[in-house]
């Protein structure tokens, strides 16, 4: 019947606009840290009046964003948000004071901040307003693009994402690292991507040493994207003449090490830009206590890591049960028999036929394929 239809419509309406709110969102990944990446959208009588998003290092927040596009016809109208609007007094006022001095009349919200500052009360206050709140559309998606902000607020660690380019013999290089191509220009696009929208990215003392990577993201016109390098080197071993030092002032460049490494070489990386951060040591490799690793990162406000090498450290990462997503590229070609393994003391099954991971996508790059795995 009519009446019927029109819920139709209108739950139809309401998936768009919270999709819309999604991507607006996903524009910020690996920019708003310490902060999560929102999107907030605002419709009024079918017309979207406002777009907002978490702006540059995590303020203004989405919400007051999209108000203050929106404006007085904020009044009676829909507010669409990607998290739970915050009720704290934080470095921004409260996004629910804003939202009811308004006049907004009703808020699609995709799923609670599980933020201890905020954790429901938000919801509540808008409720409280008079407000019509409506939580949990779009909250699988709105997870997944804040697995970051979750995981640092749960667990006091970033979201750890795996990147694995492997040969169809399933290397990561020649051996003595000749240089070898594994994948080709469109997954090499999709990398740094990655990289763009994620907070660090993390690499072994042996890939310095071996491949000297700049470990930023180079596409075009997104240069000033790059995330955080982060380099673990218990013995500071790190040369002073490497990409990743050469470039400090201009990316930050963390150096992870522990309480033996050397003053004066630590006093030199410091000089240079970089910034060296003592963790716990351990007695087998990868050397360093991943776990203080990454509760270190979280503490300086890194939600999402990717980790991109070499294979000594994604296998002790995959080992440690600290990986939540992996990115695992195939090539079509074979590297031989005396190739590095992708995962140095673990065969790649470790993942791929692991009840720990399922796919969660999978596509075609060129003659590559990418697929993603996450926590089952
Ligand atoms: C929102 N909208 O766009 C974001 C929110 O220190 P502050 O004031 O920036 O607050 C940080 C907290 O606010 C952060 O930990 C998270 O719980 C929430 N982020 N909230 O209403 C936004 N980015
Ligand atoms: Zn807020």
């Not at 779009?138 to 995981?151: L, M, P, S, T, V």
């Not at 970089?274 to 351990?282: F, N």
């Not at 049960?321 to 470790?350: F, M, N």
Request: charged fraction near 25%; include cysteine; charge should be positive.
């Amino acid at each position: 019947d009519q009446y019927g239809q029109k819920i139709r419509e209108s739950k139809a309406a309401d998936q768009r606009f919270m999709q819309l709110a999604l991507s607006l969102g996903r524009r910020g990944l690996g920019r708003t840290w310490s902060n999560p990446a929102v999107g907030a959208v605002i419709v009024k009588d079918g017309v979207i009046i406002g777009r907002g998003w978490t702006q540059p290092d995590g303020r203004p927040h989405a919400e007051p964003e999209a108000l203050r596009r929106a404006g007085e016809a904020a009044r009676g109208a829909t507010l669409y948000v990607t998290l739970e609007p915050c009720s704290h007094f934080g470095k921004s006022p409260p996004c629910v004071d804003a939202v009811i001095a308004s006049g907004i009349a009703r808020v699609v919200s995709a799923i609670e901040d599980p933020n201890p500052e905020v954790a429901g009360q938000g919801h509540a206050k808008l409720r409280a307003a008079g407000i019509s709140v409506d939580v949990g559309l779009g909250a699988q998606e709105a997870a997944r693009d804040h697995a970051g902000h979750f995981r640092r607020v749960r667990d006091k660690r970033p979201h750890v994402i795996l990147k694995l380019a492997v040969s169809a013999d399933e290397k990561i290089a020649a051996a003595g690292h000749k240089p070898v191509a594994i994948t080709g220009e469109s997954a090499r696009t999709r990398v740094h991507l990655l990289r763009a929208q994620c907070d660090a990215i993390l690499v072994g003392i042996g890939t310095v040493l071996a491949d000297d990577p700049l470990l930023t993201c180079r596409l075009p016109g997104m240069e000033a994207r790059s995330p955080v390098r982060v380099v673990l080197d218990r013995a500071l071993r790190i040369p002073g003449t490497s990409k990743p030092v050469q470039s400090a002032r201009q990316t930050p460049l963390w150096v992870m090490t522990s309480d033996f490494a050397e003053a004066p070489a630590a006093v030199k990386l410091g000089a240079a830009g970089a910034q060296v951060i003592r963790v716990a040591a351990t007695a087998q490799p990868p050397w360093l206590d991943l776990s203080a690793v990454l509760h270190a990162l979280s503490d300086k406000g890194i939600t999402r890591l990717m980790v991109e090498g070499g294979s000594r450290v994604a296998s002790s990462f995959v080992a440690s049960g600290l990986v939540d997503e992996i990115w695992l590229l195939r090539g079509p070609d074979k590297v031989g028999a005396d190739g590095i393994p992708a995962l140095d003391a673990l065969p790649l099954s470790a993942i791929t036929g692991s009840p720990a991971f399922k796919v969660r996508a999978s596509e075609a790059l060129g003659k590559d394929t990418l697929t993603i795995y996450e926590r089952a």
